[in-house]
Protein backbone atom coordinates (compact mmCIF):
# COMPACT_ATOMS: atom_id res chain seq x y z
CA UNK A 1 0.00 0.00 0.00
CA UNK A 2 3.32 2.06 0.03
CA UNK A 3 2.02 4.48 -3.04
CA UNK A 4 -1.72 5.06 -1.81
CA UNK A 5 -1.80 8.70 -0.16
CA UNK A 6 -2.52 9.18 3.47
CA UNK A 7 -6.74 9.41 2.93
CA UNK A 8 -6.94 6.19 1.45
CA UNK A 9 -4.59 4.50 4.20
CA UNK A 10 -6.65 5.83 6.69
CA UNK A 11 -9.66 3.80 5.99
CA UNK A 12 -8.26 0.53 3.77
CA UNK A 13 -4.39 0.09 5.58
CA UNK A 14 -4.58 -2.79 7.86
CA UNK A 15 -7.70 -4.74 7.04
CA UNK A 16 -7.69 -8.57 7.18
CA UNK A 17 -11.24 -10.11 6.61
CA UNK A 18 -11.88 -12.84 8.32
CA UNK A 19 -13.88 -16.21 6.76
CA UNK A 20 -16.80 -13.91 6.98
CA UNK A 21 -15.43 -11.46 4.63
CA UNK A 22 -16.79 -8.61 6.53
CA UNK A 23 -16.67 -4.97 5.17
CA UNK A 24 -15.97 -3.11 8.49
CA UNK A 25 -13.06 -4.26 10.58
CA UNK A 26 -14.12 -6.66 13.43
CA UNK A 27 -13.52 -6.61 16.67
CA UNK A 28 -12.06 -9.46 18.52
CA UNK A 29 -13.10 -10.00 22.03
CA UNK A 30 -11.05 -12.59 23.24
CA UNK A 31 -8.05 -13.01 25.65
CA UNK A 32 -6.15 -16.46 23.81
CA UNK A 33 -6.21 -18.32 21.26
CA UNK A 34 -6.44 -22.06 20.12
CA UNK A 35 -4.17 -24.20 18.23
CA UNK A 36 -5.27 -27.40 15.78
CA UNK A 37 -1.98 -29.29 17.50
CA UNK A 38 0.15 -29.94 20.06
CA UNK A 39 3.16 -28.95 17.31
CA UNK A 40 1.32 -26.28 16.16
CA UNK A 41 1.00 -24.60 19.91
CA UNK A 42 4.70 -25.04 20.38
CA UNK A 43 5.62 -23.33 16.89
CA UNK A 44 3.08 -21.25 17.86
CA UNK A 45 4.67 -20.07 21.39
CA UNK A 46 8.66 -20.39 20.11
CA UNK A 47 7.57 -17.65 17.13
CA UNK A 48 8.54 -20.03 14.34
CA UNK A 49 5.44 -19.77 13.16
CA UNK A 50 3.50 -16.18 13.34
CA UNK A 51 0.03 -16.46 15.16
CA UNK A 52 -1.75 -15.05 17.58
CA UNK A 53 -1.45 -16.39 21.14
CA UNK A 54 -2.63 -14.25 23.97
CA UNK A 55 -4.12 -10.78 23.96
CA UNK A 56 -1.52 -9.55 26.05
CA UNK A 57 0.96 -8.91 23.13
CA UNK A 58 -1.18 -10.31 20.36
CA UNK A 59 -4.86 -9.92 19.19
CA UNK A 60 -6.11 -9.10 15.45
CA UNK A 61 -8.12 -6.11 16.03
CA UNK A 62 -4.92 -4.91 17.97
CA UNK A 63 -2.90 -5.48 15.01
CA UNK A 64 -5.34 -4.03 12.69
CA UNK A 65 -4.93 -0.43 14.09
CA UNK A 66 -1.27 -0.81 14.96
CA UNK A 67 -0.71 -1.63 10.83
CA UNK A 68 -3.15 1.39 10.00
CA UNK A 69 -1.48 3.76 12.39
CA UNK A 70 2.33 2.33 11.06
CA UNK A 71 0.90 3.23 7.51
CA UNK A 72 -0.36 7.04 8.58
CA UNK A 73 3.08 7.94 10.51
CA UNK A 74 5.00 5.83 7.56
CA UNK A 75 6.72 3.95 9.96
CA UNK A 76 7.53 0.29 9.49
CA UNK A 77 6.10 -1.04 12.72
CA UNK A 78 3.76 0.05 15.27
CA UNK A 79 3.06 -1.39 18.78
CA UNK A 80 -0.26 0.11 20.86
CA UNK A 81 -0.73 0.43 24.26
CA UNK A 82 -3.27 1.12 26.98
CA UNK A 83 -2.66 4.61 27.04
CA UNK A 84 -0.35 7.34 26.14
CA UNK A 85 1.92 7.12 29.03
CA UNK A 86 2.27 3.53 28.73
CA UNK A 87 3.51 4.00 25.33
CA UNK A 88 6.38 6.76 26.70
CA UNK A 89 7.05 4.20 29.99
CA UNK A 90 7.34 1.25 27.79
CA UNK A 91 9.61 3.13 24.98
CA UNK A 92 11.44 4.15 28.16
CA UNK A 93 11.89 0.49 30.14
CA UNK A 94 12.96 -0.97 26.75
CA UNK A 95 15.38 1.27 25.55
CA UNK A 96 17.08 2.46 29.17
CA UNK A 97 18.95 0.94 31.74
CA UNK A 98 20.35 2.63 35.29
CA UNK A 99 22.86 5.15 34.37
CA UNK A 100 21.60 6.36 30.89
CA UNK A 101 20.41 9.55 30.79
CA UNK A 102 17.63 11.48 28.78
CA UNK A 103 17.37 14.82 26.82
CA UNK A 104 14.03 16.55 27.28
CA UNK A 105 12.03 19.05 26.01
CA UNK A 106 10.44 21.53 28.56
CA UNK A 107 6.62 22.10 28.23
CA UNK A 108 6.39 18.16 28.37
CA UNK A 109 2.79 16.65 29.13
CA UNK A 110 2.74 16.81 32.79
CA UNK A 111 2.73 12.85 33.78
CA UNK A 112 5.63 12.88 31.32
CA UNK A 113 7.21 15.23 33.10
CA UNK A 114 6.83 13.55 36.05
CA UNK A 115 8.13 10.56 34.79
CA UNK A 116 11.19 11.47 33.50
CA UNK A 117 12.10 14.43 36.39
CA UNK A 118 10.75 12.04 39.44
CA UNK A 119 10.52 8.72 39.12
CA UNK A 120 13.27 7.33 36.55
CA UNK A 121 15.51 9.03 38.85
CA UNK A 122 14.75 6.71 41.37
CA UNK A 123 15.76 4.01 38.87
CA UNK A 124 18.89 6.01 38.33
CA UNK A 125 18.11 7.34 35.16
CA UNK A 126 18.71 11.11 34.92
CA UNK A 127 17.11 13.39 32.52
CA UNK A 128 17.78 17.37 30.95
CA UNK A 129 14.96 19.56 30.66
CA UNK A 130 16.04 22.18 27.85
CA UNK A 131 13.90 25.10 26.50
CA UNK A 132 12.01 23.38 23.68
CA UNK A 133 13.17 26.18 20.96
CA UNK A 134 16.90 26.36 21.67
CA UNK A 135 19.11 24.35 19.67
CA UNK A 136 22.11 25.08 21.41
CA UNK A 137 20.82 23.64 24.69
CA UNK A 138 19.99 19.85 23.19
CA UNK A 139 23.51 20.28 22.10
CA UNK A 140 24.98 21.82 25.40
CA UNK A 141 22.64 18.68 27.35
CA UNK A 142 24.10 15.70 25.49
CA UNK A 143 26.59 13.65 27.53
CA UNK A 144 28.39 10.50 26.88
CA UNK A 145 25.42 8.29 28.52
CA UNK A 146 22.52 10.16 26.55
CA UNK A 147 20.50 7.63 25.01
CA UNK A 148 17.54 9.06 24.55
CA UNK A 149 16.11 12.71 23.43
CA UNK A 150 12.16 13.40 23.74
CA UNK A 151 10.30 16.09 22.62
CA UNK A 152 6.82 17.14 22.06
CA UNK A 153 5.73 19.73 19.58
CA UNK A 154 4.21 21.82 19.32
CA UNK A 155 4.48 22.33 23.10
CA UNK A 156 1.16 22.64 25.59
CA UNK A 157 -0.30 25.67 26.24
CA UNK A 158 2.15 28.01 24.58
CA UNK A 159 2.03 25.92 21.29
CA UNK A 160 6.24 26.33 20.87
CA UNK A 161 7.61 23.96 18.31
CA UNK A 162 10.54 21.98 18.47
CA UNK A 163 12.54 21.51 15.06
CA UNK A 164 12.29 18.23 15.06
CA UNK A 165 14.97 17.81 11.95
CA UNK A 166 17.06 19.43 13.67
CA UNK A 167 17.13 17.58 17.00
CA UNK A 168 17.33 14.68 15.35
CA UNK A 169 20.76 15.74 13.81
CA UNK A 170 21.91 16.89 16.84
CA UNK A 171 20.76 12.88 18.96
CA UNK A 172 22.22 11.20 15.95
CA UNK A 173 25.75 12.98 16.10
CA UNK A 174 24.93 12.21 19.91
CA UNK A 175 24.12 8.40 19.20
CA UNK A 176 21.01 8.67 20.59
CA UNK A 177 17.36 8.32 19.50
CA UNK A 178 14.63 11.19 18.80
CA UNK A 179 11.44 10.29 20.14
CA UNK A 180 8.64 12.76 18.87
CA UNK A 181 4.89 13.03 20.79
CA UNK A 182 3.27 13.45 18.12
CA UNK A 183 -0.48 14.02 20.06
CA UNK A 184 -0.93 17.45 19.49
CA UNK A 185 -0.75 17.39 15.06
CA UNK A 186 -1.29 13.47 14.63
CA UNK A 187 0.25 11.93 11.42
CA UNK A 188 -2.71 13.91 9.20
CA UNK A 189 -0.54 17.04 9.92
CA UNK A 190 2.79 16.06 10.72
CA UNK A 191 4.96 12.87 10.25
CA UNK A 192 8.22 13.34 12.72
CA UNK A 193 10.04 9.66 11.33
CA UNK A 194 9.94 11.59 7.58
CA UNK A 195 11.51 14.63 9.43
CA UNK A 196 13.96 12.42 10.89
CA UNK A 197 13.05 11.03 14.11
CA UNK A 198 13.44 7.54 15.16
CA UNK A 199 9.74 6.87 16.88
CA UNK A 200 6.85 8.80 17.19
CA UNK A 201 4.44 8.18 20.04
CA UNK A 202 0.72 8.62 20.75
CA UNK A 203 -1.89 9.33 23.32
CA UNK A 204 -4.61 7.59 21.15
CA UNK A 205 -6.82 8.93 23.45
CA UNK A 206 -6.50 12.35 22.22
CA UNK A 207 -7.31 13.21 18.05
CA UNK A 208 -6.46 9.68 16.71
CA UNK A 209 -9.99 8.13 18.61
CA UNK A 210 -11.11 12.50 18.44
CA UNK A 211 -14.21 11.31 20.16
CA UNK A 212 -13.44 11.44 23.97
CA UNK A 213 -14.17 7.74 24.14
CA UNK A 214 -11.32 5.58 25.05
CA UNK A 215 -7.99 5.42 26.64
CA UNK A 216 -4.95 4.13 24.06
CA UNK A 217 -1.43 4.52 23.48
CA UNK A 218 0.84 3.61 20.41
CA UNK A 219 4.53 3.68 19.75
CA UNK A 220 5.81 3.85 15.96
CA UNK A 221 8.85 3.20 14.14
CA UNK A 222 11.91 1.16 12.87
CA UNK A 223 10.92 -2.98 13.45
CA UNK A 224 13.98 -3.01 15.63
CA UNK A 225 12.96 -0.43 17.81
CA UNK A 226 9.22 -1.39 18.05
CA UNK A 227 10.26 -5.14 18.42
CA UNK A 228 12.12 -4.00 21.57
CA UNK A 229 9.07 -1.79 22.96
CA UNK A 230 6.99 -5.10 22.00
CA UNK A 231 9.26 -7.50 23.87
CA UNK A 232 9.15 -5.11 27.37
CA UNK A 233 4.81 -5.13 26.46
CA UNK A 234 4.77 -8.81 25.93
CA UNK A 235 6.39 -9.17 29.72
CA UNK A 236 5.22 -6.21 31.48
CA UNK A 237 1.46 -6.44 30.03
CA UNK A 238 0.45 -2.35 29.88
CA UNK A 239 -1.43 -3.88 26.60
CA UNK A 240 -4.53 -2.62 24.92
CA UNK A 241 -8.15 -3.64 25.37
CA UNK A 242 -9.07 -4.85 21.92
CA UNK A 243 -12.28 -3.23 22.44
CA UNK A 244 -10.54 0.27 22.77
CA UNK A 245 -8.07 -0.58 19.94
CA UNK A 246 -11.11 -1.37 17.54
CA UNK A 247 -12.88 2.45 18.45
CA UNK A 248 -9.14 3.76 17.53
CA UNK A 249 -9.30 2.16 14.47
CA UNK A 250 -12.26 3.37 13.44
CA UNK A 251 -11.46 6.71 14.72
CA UNK A 252 -8.43 6.83 12.07
CA UNK A 253 -11.16 6.92 9.03
CA UNK A 254 -11.78 10.50 10.17
CA UNK A 255 -8.48 11.89 11.51
CA UNK A 256 -7.97 13.64 8.05
CA UNK A 257 -10.88 15.37 8.20
CA UNK A 258 -11.57 16.07 11.43
CA UNK A 259 -7.86 17.63 11.74
CA UNK A 260 -8.50 19.76 8.44
CA UNK A 261 -11.24 20.98 9.19
CA UNK A 262 -10.42 21.74 13.46
CA UNK A 263 -7.59 23.43 12.23
CA UNK A 264 -9.18 25.49 9.86
CA UNK A 265 -11.74 26.57 12.35
CA UNK A 266 -8.88 26.98 14.88
CA UNK A 267 -7.28 29.31 12.38
CA UNK A 268 -10.52 31.77 11.96
CA UNK A 269 -10.79 31.33 15.68
CA UNK A 270 -7.16 32.88 16.13
CA UNK A 271 -7.49 35.38 13.67
CA UNK A 272 -10.48 36.71 15.16
CA UNK A 273 -9.17 36.80 18.42
CA UNK A 274 -6.22 38.31 17.60
CA UNK A 275 -8.40 41.23 16.02
CA UNK A 276 -10.50 41.47 19.79
CA UNK A 277 -9.42 44.87 22.01
CA UNK A 278 -9.55 42.48 25.03
CA UNK A 279 -7.09 39.84 23.72
CA UNK A 280 -3.22 40.77 24.57
CA UNK A 281 -1.84 38.10 22.88
CA UNK A 282 -2.38 34.78 20.59
CA UNK A 283 -0.42 31.85 20.37
CA UNK A 284 -1.10 29.66 17.45
CA UNK A 285 1.48 28.39 14.87
CA UNK A 286 -0.83 29.39 11.54
CA UNK A 287 -0.53 32.87 12.49
CA UNK A 288 2.13 34.82 10.80
CA UNK A 289 2.54 36.64 14.15
CA UNK A 290 3.79 33.41 15.94
CA UNK A 291 8.06 33.68 16.27
CA UNK A 292 8.58 29.82 14.31
CA UNK A 293 5.72 30.72 11.30
CA UNK A 294 8.29 29.93 9.20
CA UNK A 295 9.18 26.36 11.08
CA UNK A 296 5.22 25.88 11.25
CA UNK A 297 4.84 26.05 7.42
CA UNK A 298 8.11 23.05 6.72
CA UNK A 299 6.97 20.89 9.35
CA UNK A 300 3.47 20.89 9.74
CA UNK A 301 0.64 20.42 7.09
CA UNK A 302 -1.18 23.41 8.84
CA UNK A 303 -1.68 25.10 12.35
CA UNK A 304 -3.15 22.55 14.45
CA UNK A 305 -6.35 22.50 16.76
CA UNK A 306 -5.33 24.10 19.57
CA UNK A 307 -4.90 28.07 20.10
CA UNK A 308 -4.08 29.82 23.00
CA UNK A 309 -4.31 33.26 24.29
CA UNK A 310 -3.75 35.84 27.16
CA UNK A 311 -6.99 38.48 27.79
CA UNK A 312 -6.10 42.07 29.12
CA UNK A 313 -5.68 41.87 33.07
CA UNK A 314 -5.16 38.66 35.12
CA UNK A 315 -6.65 35.63 36.65
CA UNK A 316 -10.16 37.71 37.26
CA UNK A 317 -10.32 38.54 33.45
CA UNK A 318 -9.37 34.56 32.14
CA UNK A 319 -11.85 33.17 34.62
CA UNK A 320 -14.83 35.47 33.15
CA UNK A 321 -14.44 34.59 29.63
CA UNK A 322 -14.71 30.68 30.91
CA UNK A 323 -17.50 31.66 33.23
CA UNK A 324 -19.76 33.15 30.23
CA UNK A 325 -19.33 30.21 27.87
CA UNK A 326 -22.53 27.93 27.06
CA UNK A 327 -21.68 26.15 24.57
CA UNK A 328 -17.87 24.63 24.42
CA UNK A 329 -16.87 22.38 27.69
CA UNK A 330 -14.93 23.79 30.53
CA UNK A 331 -12.16 20.71 31.25
CA UNK A 332 -8.74 20.09 30.35
CA UNK A 333 -9.01 17.20 28.30
CA UNK A 334 -8.23 17.92 24.00
CA UNK A 335 -8.19 15.75 21.39
CA UNK A 336 -11.91 15.73 21.09
CA UNK A 337 -14.64 16.80 18.04
CA UNK A 338 -16.12 18.70 21.37
CA UNK A 339 -14.44 22.07 21.74
CA UNK A 340 -12.71 22.60 25.53
CA UNK A 341 -11.40 25.88 27.15
CA UNK A 342 -8.86 25.57 30.07
CA UNK A 343 -6.99 27.58 32.34
CA UNK A 344 -4.10 26.11 32.18
CA UNK A 345 -2.38 28.26 35.66
CA UNK A 346 -5.35 27.20 38.02
CA UNK A 347 -5.46 23.95 36.21
CA UNK A 348 -3.03 21.40 34.32
CA UNK A 349 -0.42 24.06 35.43
CA UNK A 350 -1.87 24.64 38.91
CA UNK A 351 0.49 22.51 41.00
CA UNK A 352 3.62 24.15 39.62
CA UNK A 353 5.08 27.14 41.81
CA UNK A 354 3.81 31.11 40.81
CA UNK A 355 7.85 31.77 39.90
CA UNK A 356 8.12 28.23 37.80
CA UNK A 357 4.95 29.25 35.89
CA UNK A 358 5.82 32.58 35.27
CA UNK A 359 9.46 31.36 34.14
CA UNK A 360 7.20 29.45 31.55
CA UNK A 361 5.55 31.54 30.44
CA UNK A 362 2.03 30.19 31.46
CA UNK A 363 0.15 33.49 32.91
CA UNK A 364 -2.75 34.00 34.84
CA UNK A 365 -4.60 35.72 31.85
CA UNK A 366 -3.44 32.73 29.37
CA UNK A 367 -6.74 30.09 28.45
CA UNK A 368 -6.26 27.55 25.90
CA UNK A 369 -8.79 26.43 23.29
CA UNK A 370 -8.67 23.05 22.05
CA UNK A 371 -11.02 23.57 18.79
CA UNK A 372 -13.31 20.69 17.62
CA UNK A 373 -16.01 20.49 14.90
CA UNK A 374 -18.97 23.26 16.29
CA UNK A 375 -19.81 26.08 13.75
CA UNK A 376 -16.78 28.44 14.08
CA UNK A 377 -19.47 31.22 14.51
CA UNK A 378 -20.65 29.86 17.55
CA UNK A 379 -17.46 29.42 19.02
CA UNK A 380 -16.46 33.36 18.32
CA UNK A 381 -20.01 34.26 20.01
CA UNK A 382 -19.18 31.49 23.20
CA UNK A 383 -16.16 33.89 23.76
CA UNK A 384 -17.53 37.22 22.48
CA UNK A 385 -19.82 37.09 25.96
CA UNK A 386 -16.61 36.86 28.08
CA UNK A 387 -14.74 38.99 26.57
CA UNK A 388 -17.39 42.09 26.77
CA UNK A 389 -17.13 41.91 30.13
CA UNK A 390 -13.04 42.88 30.52
CA UNK A 391 -12.82 46.83 30.26
CA UNK A 392 -10.18 47.87 28.11
C1 LIG B 1 -2.69 13.17 27.07
C2 LIG B 1 -1.28 13.21 26.65
C3 LIG B 1 -0.39 12.19 27.00
C4 LIG B 1 -0.78 11.02 27.89
O1 LIG B 1 -1.72 10.23 27.27
P1 LIG B 1 -2.78 9.29 28.09
O2 LIG B 1 -3.46 8.57 26.99
O3 LIG B 1 -3.64 10.23 28.86
O4 LIG B 1 -1.97 8.42 28.96
C5 LIG B 1 0.91 12.26 26.54
N1 LIG B 1 1.31 13.31 25.77
C6 LIG B 1 0.49 14.31 25.42
C7 LIG B 1 1.00 15.42 24.59
C8 LIG B 1 -0.83 14.31 25.84
O5 LIG B 1 -1.64 15.31 25.52
Not at 54 to 60: C, E, I, L, Q, V
Request: net charge negative; aromatic share 6%; glycine share 8%.
Amino acid sequence: MDDLAIDTLAVRAGIERSQFNEHSEALYLTSSFVFSSAAEAAARFSGEVEGNVYARFTNPTVTAMQQRLAALEDAEACVATASGMAAILSTVMALLSAGDHVVVSRGVFGATQQLFGNILSRFGIESSFVPATDLAAYKAAATQKTKLFFVESPSNPLTELVDIAAVAAIAHEAGAVLAVDNCFCSPALQQPLKLGADLVIHSATKYLDGQGRVLGGAVCGSKTLVDEVLKFLRTAGPSISPFNAWIILKGLETLKIRMEAQSAAALELARWLEAQPQVERVHYPGLPSHPQYELAKRQQRSGGAIVSFEVKGGRPEAWKVVDATRVVSITANLGDTKTTLTHPASTTHGRISPEAREAAGIRESLLRVAVGLESVDDLKADLARGLALIDV
